[in-house]
């Protein structure tokens, strides 16, 4: 079993992975620091063209509490956040936090993600849309709906219950990523999401989600693409049914 004690001051490290969002990067860490002022931010940045990375080492020259890990490349957002995450583990967090640079994950719902994360002694608490009181802003009907249709399929695929798979916005227990085998974990983009949650629920572990307002950016590019989600889709498909065909092969 997991580590269960509720840690009443817990060291928080925030992973926002970047790249081309110097439009955004200042604000949303001052929007995190506004709502936790006790956390640390960590910018994982893929050598982006447009001086994101550049401005998060300005940012960290101002504010001890915003580091910057400095990536060789675009490699997708899996592998800065798994890059991510193994820092965070190295240097000793407690609990770890994805989120967008985009403000889409709004800062002022983190209070509320922590609480619950402590207060409910979860592994992993998803930040979700699809659960009572959650909701989305900004986005086009047909967006939702791809969305909407992607977490009904892998919760029929996968048999998991969780409303908000696909969804960005979670904090992590430290033991929860040891625990998990990040080292073989390949996965990107919305499969990367997917993939950790699957991970933690066959793990046997605590996942609670709390709903959030999920807002579409007003700054810079999205990197999300419809090719994107169904790659997401397919692969999640193909491990649901490795997964139900060796519970089949485990029964005889």
Known sequence: ????????????????????????????????HAANPRVHILVADDDSPDGTG?????LAARDERVKVLHRAGKEGLGRAYLAG??????????????MDADGSHRPEDFPRLLAALLEQNADLVLGSRYVPGGRTVGWPKH?????????????LI????????????RLFRRETLERIDLATVASAGYTFQVDLAWRTTRAGLKVVEVPITFVEREL???KMSGAIVAEALWRTTVWGLRYRAGRLVGRK
Not at 85 to 98: L, M, Q, S
């Open 1 to 32: 079993m997991t580590d269960r004690t509720s840690l009443t001051t817990p060291r928080v490290l925030v992973i926002i992975p970047t790249y081309n969002e110097a439009e955004n990067l200042e604000a949303i860490t001052g929007r995190v």
């Open 54 to 58: 550049k401005l998060a080492d300005a």
């Open 85 to 98: 995450f193994a820092w965070g583990i190295d240097h000793g967090y407690d609990v770890i936090c994805e």
């Open 143 to 155: 967006r939702e709906v791809l969305s909407r249709g992607g977490n009904t399929w892998v919760r």
């Open 158 to 169: 996968t048999g998991m219950k969780l409303r908000d798979a696909t969804g960005g916005y």
């Open 220 to 222: 810079g590019a999205s």
